[in-house]
């Protein structure tokens, strides 16, 4: 009771801490506070301990994998036993075999391309408008900013901004911020289901887990963004975004084609971030040492302990989950998910990892901010000014979101 009491303690210092940010601005309406907090912690109470939503993640785990048996036979057929195909030799020790490149990562080929299908078949759409909903009766949002964070859930931080193009240059300073947020705040389909094959080893119901992750951080980046950011006075809402977005493809086999070319340069992406910020991070490693004794990750483990506490875990582990944090700000938070597999959580209690996995469930890196800003400018050239200043506020506020989504499940999880 004594680690749940602390996350009820840090969720709320989070929120002041968001608030502090912003210069303790007036404007925010109670409603988006007790909103913000009471919808979080319904979402992860039902969806955490609801036996009908367990079971739900039974389903979502067993379709991850599916779709990675299912991609397995094309990577085998492609690149043989790299791809995860038989082995001409003897495996010397389990995993040996395992080539992330070749093996995990072109789950997102098949996962863009299905994520396509389903957009043109109107599923995504749909499910988007019934969550935008309900964030513009709970918190106030107009019509196309409340269908930007609810289509961050699903797609990416320039996918869901383009779905609401033809009201971007129309958004508030304050909107537009919002929809930065949960843009760091959550993760793609794509990415969630590559994460999960990746941490189910040491995350039970990996996929639901995450799943349930980024629609809890739905509306605590919506909290972190307008209490760092709230409308200006007499600003009204930008309506518009209720309707089904543009058409974007002629038929299901254009979506599946340009799906999987969209994937593709995802998948490319992704192998080139990490091959790079991986390296620069054992460069700085490796000037830092010789002179301090300590890596980057150590350091940014003893910064960010507090923010590890905040979500109630123990003070013992709190700076073994603080240096997971800040390497995912960053690095990325690939990287973090792939060191707690391969660390196999050690040194952390269940409690504590499931926290982790929480708080890393967002895009919410440098790296990621540049996207972002890059695809926005070009989408909205207008708002160019206001898109790259409100950059790095919306990684400090997405990373408060995450951190909150990490603190709501310390409070519904008892040691």
């Known amino acids: 009771m004594m680690l749940q009491a602390q996350s009820a303690i840090g969720l709320l210092l989070l929120a002041l801490l968001a608030w502090a940010l912003g ?67 003897p495996e010397p020790f389990p995993g040996a075999s395992f080539i992330l490149f070749f093996q995990a990562l072109p789950l997102v080929l098949v996962v863009g391309a299905l994520s396509s299908v389903l957009y043109h078949w109107g599923v995504l759409p749909a499910i988007v408008k019934g969550m935008a909903g309900v964030l513009r009766r709970l918190f106030g949002l107009g019509g196309a900013a409340g269908f930007g964070v609810a289509a961050n859930v699903f797609v990416g931080m320039v996918e869901a901004p383009l779905m609401i193009r033809a ?42 887990q995450l799943l349930t992750a980024s629609l809890v951080s739905a509306p605590a980046a919506i909290l972190a963004a307008l209490l760092m950011i709230p409308p200006a006075a007499g600003e009204t809402a930008t309506e518009g975004g209720d309707g089904i977005p543009e058409r974007l493809y002629d038929s299901s086999m254009d979506a599946l084609v340009r799906g999987t070319q969209d994937g ?114 070009a989408m909205c050239p207008e708002r160019r000014q206001d898109i790259v200043k409100l950059g790095l506020p919306s990684l400090i506020s997405a990373t408060i979101a995450c951190c909150m989504t990490g603190a709501v499940v310390g409070v519904l999880t008892a040691p």
């Not at 304050?174 to 949960?182: C, G, I, K, L, P």
């Open 264 to 377: 593709l340069n995802l998948l490319l992406g992704i192998m080139a971030s990490l091959i790079v910020f991986v390296a620069i991070v054992a460069l700085i490693n490796l000037a830092l040492e010789p002179l301090t004794g300590l890596t980057l990750q150590a350091i940014m483990g003893w910064v960010l302990w507090p923010v590890a506490w905040a979500m109630g875990v123990p003070v013992a582990e709190s700076a073994t989950v603080g240096a997971s944090l800040g390497v995912k700000m960053v690095v990325n938070e690939f990287v973090s998910y792939l060191a707690l597999a391969q660390s196999g959580g050690a040194g952390l209690s269940d409690r504590s990892r499931l926290i982790l996995t929480y708080a890393l469930c967002g895009f919410s890196n440098l790296g990621s901010v540049g996207i972002m800003v890059g695809g926005m400018t």
């Open 167 to 208: 009201w971007l240059a129309k958004l508030t300073r304050s909107e537009m911020f919002v929809v930065m947020t949960a843009g760091l705040a959550t993760i793609s389909g794509n990415t969630l289901v590559v994460y999960a094959l990746i941490i189910a080893p040491v995350v039970p119901d990996a996929a639901g």
């Open 23 to 89: 210069g303790f601005r007036r404007g925010v309406p109670m409603r988006v506070f007790v909103s913000g907090l009471a919808l979080q912690l319904a979402l992860a109470a039902v969806l955490l301990n609801v036996p009908w939503a367990r079971r739900v993640f039974a389903v979502i785990g067993d379709g991850v994998n599916a779709l990675a048996t299912a991609t397995r036979a094309g990577t085998s057929l492609v690149f043989g036993y790299l791809g995860g195909g038989p082995l001409p030799f």
